[in-house]
């Protein structure tokens, strides 16, 4: 498999450079949900382009990571589901949704991956965990109050990119997360009690609802999932491992 990219998903992959071929991962894209700009945009959607080109002319197949997070299916009625129209509720999650599109557009035989949070060492500072603990050493942490978000190791991730690689699923969209909605303000009190901090917590009202991720089609097509460990209790493991990693 070749890697375009070089960031925090893209290193997590290279284990798997030498297996999978026919596969080209594009894991340099967007990664800022809320900090993004139509420019950023814009790379992302010219490399998209150039990256499927390149695969349609070669008989090789994308692999393109798109988001299962609130931006993407923040106003689903009940689990979010690959195989139902979504509205996305961000800019973020509708540039991801259009990108999904172009690349079913271009011709190249891809596999669509749509990621929950991502949880691993050395995160990008901007991401969601990174972004806590930077709050939690600085006395305040800002919680939107009744978010909640589906949490995945980022070792688990790439083992679940390599087993459906294997399964080879073509022209194909796929949630890849835990299926379990973790609270926001239970994420912080795990991160309090790991690294020994305590901060005062505000609360802001946006009007953040619930979602759930469907694993249900990720299930059939790696029955493997089943013995990894997802589950109810699934999150306080990976947070705790998360904990360990942190220098504060």
């Known amino acids: 498999m070749d890697i375009v990219g070089n960031g925090f998903l893209a290193r997590n992959l ?17 990664s800022w949900a809320s900090g993004t700009s139509d420019a950023d945009f814009a790379r992302e959607a010219a490399l998209l382009d150039e990256v499927a ?3 349609a002319a070669e008989g090789r197949r994308v692999l393109f990571f798109s988001t299962a997070a609130t ?8 689990p979010g589901r ?34 929950a ?27 939107h109050r009744g978010a909640a978000r589906d949490l995945i190791d980022v070792g688990d991730v790439v083992t679940v990119v390599d087993r459906l690689l294997a399964a080879d699923p073509r022209a194909e969209t796929v949630n890849v997360a835990s ?12 991160l309090e009690k790991g690294l020994g901090l305590q901060a005062r917590r505000e609360y802001l009202d946006t009007g953040a609802r ?14 493997q999932v089943a013995e990894m460990g997802f589950g109810d209790g699934y999150h306080q493991r990976i947070l705790a491992d998360f904990t360990a990693s942190v220098y504060v």
């Open 14 to 30: 290279r284990p798997l450079a030498g297996r999978h071929p026919d596969t080209v991962a594009l894991a340099a894209g967007v």
């Open 71 to 78: 931006g993407m299916y923040g106003l689903a009625e009940g």
């Open 53 to 55: 080109a390149r695969c």
């Open 82 to 115: 690959e195989d139902v129209p979504v509205t996305p509720c961000t800019p973020y999650g509708e540039h991801k949704l259009a990108l999904e599109e172009r690349l079913r557009g271009t011709g190249a035989d891809h596999l669509i991956l749509r990621l």
């Open 210 to 223: 619930q979602h759930v991720i469907s694993t249900e089609k990720l299930r059939a097509l790696v029955p």
């Open 117 to 143: 949070h991502l949880v691993g060492p050395d995160q990008p500072e901007h991401q969601l965990l990174p972004t806590l603990v930077r709050q939690l050493s600085e006395g305040v942490v800002r919680v």
């Open 179 to 190: 299926g379990f909605a973790v609270p926001v303000e239970g994420i912080v009190d795990l």
